[in-house]
């Protein structure tokens, strides 16, 4: 079967960097993604990768292991806005996407 | 301009009701999706619409029907509502993979919080 998992829930202070797992399992891939939501809010994209390797975007930077089957999402100079569920979705050979139940990621002053 | 709008925000109704809730995108994009979000923050794809077409439609109870009038538009319909219906319903659409650095990102509406009394 196809499927993510990824923490349930993290937390981390402010100003500190925290790294967000995720590990897939989908019939053939075309790329990951990570989406943020915040509460009551929609998700929105963070990033994409489909290429092994690091894509930075300013604060926050996204990796990917295709043999692994692996991502993380890091997020450094952590700031109270970034309080938010992470979610991961993993896109199959149909470019369907599998999504993860989102990590809740909880900053502390 | 809201890219993905989608009406009414909240819904509160009893059981066995019919409603409908209206999804509009201004993004010329080609496919578009109905989600469902539960209390534990899953999402789950309901259905999915290419140019008009329905190209996925998951396990999804036959109370729940959508409609794709032109391909801006994605409308669910949910006939004799139940408690287990409650939940946050996205709608959302993505461009089809044609260029190079396409990515397929989906954008979604605001979300349709759905209450089942």
């Known amino acids: 079967g196809q499927n993510i998992d990824q923490p349930t829930e993290m937390t981390a202070t402010e100003g500190a960097i925290v790294q967000i797992n995720c590990t897939y399992q989908t019939s053939g891939f075309n790329g990951l993604f990570w989406y943020q939501q915040h509460a009551g809010e929609a998700p929105t994209f963070l990033s994409y990768n489909v290429l092994d390797g690091l894509e930075e975007k300013g604060r926050f930077s996204s990796f990917l292991s295709r043999s692994k089957g692996y991502s993380y999402l890091l997020l450094k100079e952590l700031q109270m806005k970034d309080s938010a569920s992470y979610l991961c979705a993993a896109m199959d050979s149909n470019y369907q996407l599998i999504w993860g139940a989102g990590t809740k990621l909880i900053i502390k002053p | 301009d809201t890219a993905v709008s989608q009406t009414p925000k909240y819904l509160v109704t009893q059981m066995g009701n019919d409603k409908s809730i209206k999804c509009e995108q201004n993004?010329?994009?080609?496919?578009m999706y109905w989600y469902k979000q539960d209390s534990k923050k899953f999402l789950k794809i309901m259905f999915s619409?290419?140019?008009?077409?329905?190209?996925i439609n998951e396990t999804v109870p036959n109370r729940f029907s959508p409609k794709s009038p032109d391909k801006a538009h994605l409308n669910l319909h949910i006939n004799s509502l139940e408690l287990g219906d409650s939940a946050v319903y996205f709608c959302?659409?993505?461009?089809?993979?044609?260029?190079?650095?396409?990515?397929?990102?989906?954008?979604f509406g605001e979300g349709s919080r759905l209450t089942v009394l």
């Open positions: 959302a659409s993505s461009q089809d993979l044609v260029e190079p650095l396409d990515t397929g990102e989906l954008f």
């Open positions: 993004l010329g994009h080609d496919t």
């Open positions: 619409y290419n140019n008009k077409e329905l190209i």
